[in-house]
């Protein structure tokens, strides 16, 4: 296929279709996105180093890209397996436990990063 700058605003506009349909379905996605405004502010409010940014940013990303694998996951393996099955429970408990995993990561980077701004 050749470049198509049509094609790739297409593309957008599916990874933004793909976000609202997480933010509609994922309660823990809403979670995330008073966690991520709440850091903004406060990273904004307490002036905190490019260098500060940086980690917040990574540790911002980190937790919604666990969030959309694990959405993304969860729908696949519902598609698949219909039916419970405990192979399939286990990978979507196993998914879930990433999100966490990078939930915890991301508030102690937030503990550490806006500890010394805070008297």
Known sequence: MRF???????SFTHA???????LRT?????LHLIATVSVIAAGLALEVSANDWRWLIAAMALVWLAEAINTAFEH???V???EFH???????????AAVLVSAIAAA????????PHIP
Do not use: Y
């Open 26 to 30: 994922q309660h823990n996605a809403w």
């Open 76 to 78: 696949l393996c519902d």
């Open 108 to 115: 102690l980077i937030g503990a550490i990063t806006f500890a």
């Open 86 to 96: 405990p192979s399939v429970k286990r990978a979507k408990d196993i998914a879930a």
């Open 4 to 10: 198509s700058i049509a094609a790739r605003l297409k």
């Open 80 to 82: 698949v397996s219909p």
């Open 16 to 22: 933004f279709e793909g976000f609202a349909f997480m």
